[in-house]
């Protein structure tokens, strides 16, 4: 049986991306997508809904990232859900659910670059040497 795991998500970046390197000379880029949800309740008022997202960028990616991403950029984001446990700085366990943009397929479009950023072409695809591997300081 086949199984997939992808996560589409079309948003704005909420605040300026982070990068790590990592052992080996990998790098990775971190920052949060903001996906808004619009609709008119049964009296007709407006209302809306925003789910913030972890991305985590591995491998070809992190370089668009780094040129092209700023807070307020328009984003389209594939990748990979996962669910990863740790230890805060309390020692309380806590949970994250992450999107790692991975791999050949996961990616990283920019839809319409924040002002200041490089206008460069706008896609591009990561190919991530290791998906899993995450820099030890990313709690």
Known sequence: MLNVNRVTLLG?????????SHAGGDRAAR????TTERWKSRDGEAQERTEWHRIIVFGGAVG???RLVRKGTAVLVEGRLTVREYTDRKD???QATEIIVAGPQGMVNVLAPAA?????APAATSKATSPDARPSDWA
């Open 64 to 66: 668009v990232v780094e």
């Open 116 to 120: 200041g950023c490089a206008p460069e």
């Open 92 to 94: 309380v366990s806590r």
């Open 31 to 34: 920052f949060s997508l903001a």
């Open 12 to 20: 704005h970046v909420g605040r300026d991306p982070e990068f790590h």
